[in-house]
């Protein structure tokens, strides 16, 4: 898959290949508020988020020295490895809630959730949590990383009319759930 | 590209939300005469689409913690070998790469005439570099990249 318009962080990862400490920096600096907000929005967890964060970067750094540039964009190779780790983060914590069963009905990360949060910004993560994963996923990629449909679309391996029912559905049921709060 | 009906618009502004600059491309340049032609109605269904958008960015980005940033600095790739620290000392006092080369030059021709054997002249040129191997954390190289120079 040939990259698209030019990839802009092509220069920065070579030089990063090259154990540049600037490009280094340079690179985190653009690189990793954007995926920690990925992780967060689809895990709900702080904590694992960092986990996830911290390994996608220890990929790209092993990546570096061998990126090919006009092959791919970084971006997406990056977005692309960040949604598969926390799909693992996801499929573990399902495995583990089968294997061991919660005694109590609510056993998500966030520590108040299920309760009424008085904030829009923890009532937003609540509702975020109770889509499906693929529903969070496309307003995850679309709204919060601001990807196109195109590459949303490409990165979960659906077409985009696909992407487009996705964000359908998500946002009803976004709408739905954060009603009350709607002027 | 052809008209787009209300039912299509409508169900763009449910998917991508209300600013027609996030929807697909392909459909922007009919949106837009959407809203030329519907004026009000497009706008209203707009302002609704934008109205959870809003909501949706009530909720911040999460701020990195230091020990993360820490964690992902220290796994970062070392400089490779080939710049030692006396090339970095050397551009960094302000002379050029050229001159930079020449000085390192000087140091090995000293080193060569100066001493017994080969191995002795790698030693020497080893001792002031770093090993030529991996330098220390990212962080504690400092601001100055000679590097980029070359």
């Known amino acids: 898959m040939k990259s698209q318009g030019g990839d802009p962080d092509e220069e920065l990862v070579v030089r990063v290949g ?3 400490p600037a490009a280094i920096q340079a690179l985190m600096a653009r690189k990793l508020p954007r995926m920690l907000q990925l ?3 689809m895990l709900d967890d702080a904590i694992e988020a960092e986990d996830v964060t911290q390994e996608l970067f220890l990929r790209a750094w092993k990546q570096a020295p061998s990126w090919q540039p006009g092959v791919a964009r ?6 692309r490895v960040a949604v598969n780790l926390c799909y693992d983060r996801l499929r573990r914590r399902r495995e583990t809630l089968m294997a061991e069963p919660p005694e109590q009905a609510d056993l998500g990360p966030a520590p108040d959730r299920g309760l009424q949060a008085r904030d829009t910004g923890r009532r937003v993560e609540a509702a975020l949590a109770a889509l499906p994963d693929r529903q969070r996923e496309a307003v995850v ?3 919060y990383q601001e990807l196109s449909n195109i590459d949303a679309a490409a990165l979960m391996s659906v077409s985009v009319e696909a992407l487009e029912s996705l964000l359908s559905r998500a946002r009803r049921a976004l709408r739905a759930a954060l009603a009350d709060m709607r002027e | 590209m052809g008209m787009m009906d209300r039912t299509r618009f409508e169900a763009l502004a449910e998917a991508f939300g209300g600013r027609i600059d996030l929807w697909p491309d392909a459909e922007r340049e009919a949106a837009w005469r959407f809203v030329a032609e ?3 109605t497009a706008r209203a269904l707009l302002a609704d689409a934008a109205s959870l958008d809003e909501q949706l960015q009530e909720l911040r980005p999460p701020q990195p913690s230091a020990a993360l940033r820490q964690a992902i600095l220290d796994a970062a790739p070392r400089l490779r070998a080939g710049r030692s620290r006396l090339w970095r000392w050397l551009t960094g006092a302000g ?3 050229g001159l930079a080369a020449a000085c390192a030059a000087g140091v090995l021709a000293g080193a060569v005439s100066t ?3 080969a191995d002795a002249t790698a030693d020497a040129l080893m001792a002031a570099s770093d090993d030529g191997a991996a330098l220390g954390p990212v962080e504690s190289l400092g601001s100055v990249d000679t590097e980029s120079n070359s």
Not at chain 1, 74 to 79: A, E, N, P, Q, S
């Open chain 2, 38 to 40: 519907q004026g009000e």
């Open chain 2, 95 to 97: 002379l050029g790469a």
């Open chain 1, 141 to 143: 990629l679309c709204h």
């Open chain 1, 74 to 79: 970084f971006d997406t190779w990056l977005h």
């Open chain 1, 39 to 41: 992780a967060r929005r």
């Open chain 1, 18 to 20: 090259r154990g540049d």
């Open chain 2, 115 to 117: 001493g017994p054997s």
